[in-house]
């Protein structure tokens, strides 16, 4: 969803390099969540460990850290569902009003200049089909709508193979005038640096990766099954970088085909992919339209998948009082909390009608790599505290691999813009007057 903006803004074609230095960073974090898992005897989450190990306040500031992860991100990966559906329906001759595509108060632009109607600026109001995707998907959450593994097998593999595909058919279409495509979109490789912060040498990949970190969202969930590996020492380690560099080498090859299909000046936009395979012509319209169909199908799990993990975290801290009660309260009909379902339908929805996905994804970058700093420090914390304490994995080279994870992720924050920043900032010193004004007096422990 944000490659192409990381591309055209920052890195260029550089942006391989981008999903290299991100890889890495969570490598360290994903190490860190496996040691966690195999030691500690409860349901795998940061916020579990945060809770368990560095006690309640900790764990309060993990819960505001994955509104963000989880919450924001649902948002932006909605606002890249909904350039995919516009691109597609587009094709057939159904055009949503582009006023209605885009967040509240951007010029709309047409080949990059503002479009003006009778000698008046327009701007995008709302965007209108992301909101909806968040609307309705809210609603099935409220009446149940869980995925059964063949079901959740099969969008995975409908993933996989629009991926393949794209990497497949137009890669081969690269590759028969590469030189050519080489020196109009991949010269130079890494463009010169540009006055401003992180717009391109290296400074600009290393603020791409504080971009596409967005895509490594979720892979801690293979840390979370330590507890279940046969041999975790040899398997957890396997698992998580094995994982990691499957996931690193398929961003690289799309980003590749990306960057060399169209000019990195021209990614800008929620569907990059889209773009890509618009460029190949007409005669390629039917594969283009199977590319944006499945892209759309694999976005809406994902979307999915984030609410409904936000909607299980305010849970359990609702269990816990730090928040309201009625975010556990369970609907006496479909068994989900379904108060709590709403809430988070309605903040993803406006937040994905009504902000522009740049400030969203790093908000998400933000709020995950800061997650992830705690999860490396809370591994060195238990090592000091409980020394002795039986794990079924440990990170190796003592506490290097954790302060290095705790360093890489604060070094790609400070890529992220200031203005970014310092909202987060004032959202982090919010979430602290709330606990304080009402979390520590109803929190289970105080009880």
């Known amino acids: 969803v944000r490659t192409g903006n ?6 260029g074609p550089a942006v391989l390099l981008s999903f290299v230095v991100a890889g890495i960073v969570c490598a360290f974090a994903g190490l860190c969540y496996a040691e966690l898992s195999s030691t500690l005897p409860v349901s795998g989450s940061a916020y579990t460990y945060s809770y368990t190990t560095l006690g309640e306040f900790a764990a309060w500031i993990m819960g505001a850290l994955l509104l963000l992860e989880y919450g924001l991100a649902a948002s932006v990966v909605a606002v890249g569902w909904s350039g995919y559906v516009v691109s597609l329906l587009k094709d057939f001759g159904i055009v949503i009003p582009p006023q209605l595509t885009g967040p509240a108060g951007y010029p709309l632009l047409k080949d990059g200049v503002q479009v003006v ?14 909101f909806l995707i968040c609307t309705v998907l809210s609603i099935l959450l409220v009446v149940g709508v869980s995925e059964s593994a063949k079901v959740n097998n099969a969008i ?3 993933k996989v193979a629009v991926i393949v595909a794209f990497i497949v058919i137009c890669g081969a279409t690269v590759l028969m005038d590469l030189p050519a495509r080489i020196a109009a979109n991949w010269t130079p490789f890494i463009p010169p640096a540009e006055p401003g912060e992180g717009h391109f040498g290296v400074g600009g990949i290393l603020r791409a990766a504080s971009i596409v970190f967005f895509a490594y969202i ?13 041999n975790p020492k040899k398997d957890m380690p396997f698992g998580i970088i094995g994982s990691l560099v499957v996931c690193t080498v398929l961003y690289m090859l799309v980003a590749a085909v990306l960057t060399l ?6 990614l800008n936009v929620p569907d990059p992919v889209a773009v890509a395979v618009d460029s190949m012509g007409p005669q390629w319209a039917w594969f283009a339209g199977i590319i944006k169909a499945g892209a759309i199908v694999g976005l809406t799990s994902v979307v999915l998948v984030l609410m409904y993990g936000q909607t299980r975290i305010f849970y359990t801290m609702a269990r816990d009082g730090l928040l309201p009660r009625v975010f556990s309260a369970v609907h006496p009909k479909f068994q989900t909390p379904w108060i709590n379902t709403l809430t988070v339908g309605l903040l993803v929805a406006v937040a994905a009608g009504f902000f522009d996905i740049n400030i969203l994804g790093d908000l998400t970058s933000v709020g995950t790599l800061a997650a992830f700093a705690i999860v490396c420090l809370t591994v060195i914390w238990l090592r000091i505290t409980a020394p002795d304490l039986p794990r079924g994995f440990k990170v190796p080279l003592g506490p290097l691999l954790p302060i290095l994870g705790i360093g890489s992720c604060l070094y790609l924050i400070t890529a992220i813009e200031a203005k970014v920043l310092w909202f987060f900032a004032y959202y982090s010193v919010g979430a602290v007057l709330v606990y304080f004004a009402y979390g520590i007096h109803f929190s289970r422990l105080q009880q």
């Open 6 to 11: 990381a591309a055209a803004l920052h890195a």
């Open 117 to 130: 109607i009778d000698g008046v600026p327009v701007f995008t109001q709302f965007n209108l089909p992301a």
């Open 156 to 158: 995975v593999a409908i």
């Open 218 to 230: 979720g892979f801690e969930a293979v840390s979370t099954a330590g507890q279940e590996a046969k």
């Open 261 to 266: 299909m169209v000019n990195y000046k021209s």
